[in-house]
């Protein structure tokens, strides 16, 4: 199972590296930011739709929030280039994942996954740029995942939306 993970990981990271640059990011624990600082106008669920912005229901569940780790401006909002995590809690894996994809004006722009759990290498999310997201606002849509089935299946447990500032 341990190899699973860790194979798991490698690959989201592979992915999130293909998919966009996510340079500069750290490794950071969702629990070690300062969530009391963190505001989201993102609306947290039970479940999920795949691909449906904050709806729809799933197997399995949990909770899912954005937390801001790098807020320049001390806004306590996600603006273009700064960097999010994601507070999850689910009792369906030990390795939960989240994948963070956002549109601007209905053209994906950013798509990516990490693990959110102690032993993954990064779970930190650049809300751009990208190669197709260079500049401007965008509304994302953060998916709370069980990837424990991976590559045969994976289950949406919660998910969460925001809306990028430019």
């Known amino acids: 199972m341990k190899r699973l993970a860790i194979l798991a990981s490698v690959l ?3 992915i999130g590296s293909a ?3 996510n340079s500069g990011s750290s490794l950071v ?3 070690s930011v300062d969530a009391s600082t963190a505001r989201t106008d993102a609306k947290s669920s039970g479940g999920g739709g795949k691909g449906k912005p904050g ?3 799933t197997t399995g569940g949990g909770t899912i929030s954005l937390v801001m780790v790098n807020d320049p401006n001390s806004d306590a909002l996600p603006n273009f280039g700064e960097t999010a995590t994601f507070q999850v809690s689910t009792t369906a894996t030990v390795y939960p994942y989240v994948t963070l994809n956002c549109y601007q004006n209905g053209t994906l722009v950013l798509k990516t996954s990490n693990g959110i759990f102690a032993t993954s290498l990064g779970q930190n999310f650049a ?3 990208s190669p ?3 500049s401007g606002a965008s509304d994302c849509t953060a998916t709370l995942e069980n990837w ?3 590559p045969k299946s ?3 447990l919660a998910s969460t939306s925001f809306h990028v500032n430019p």
């Open 19 to 21: 998919n966009c640059s």
């Open 148 to 150: 424990d089935s991976y």
């Open 29 to 31: 624990s969702p629990s």
């Open 132 to 134: 197709a997201w260079q």
């Open 127 to 129: 809300l751009g740029p």
């Open 154 to 156: 994976i289950t949406t």
């Open 12 to 14: 989201a990271v592979a």
């Open 55 to 57: 709806g729809g229901g």
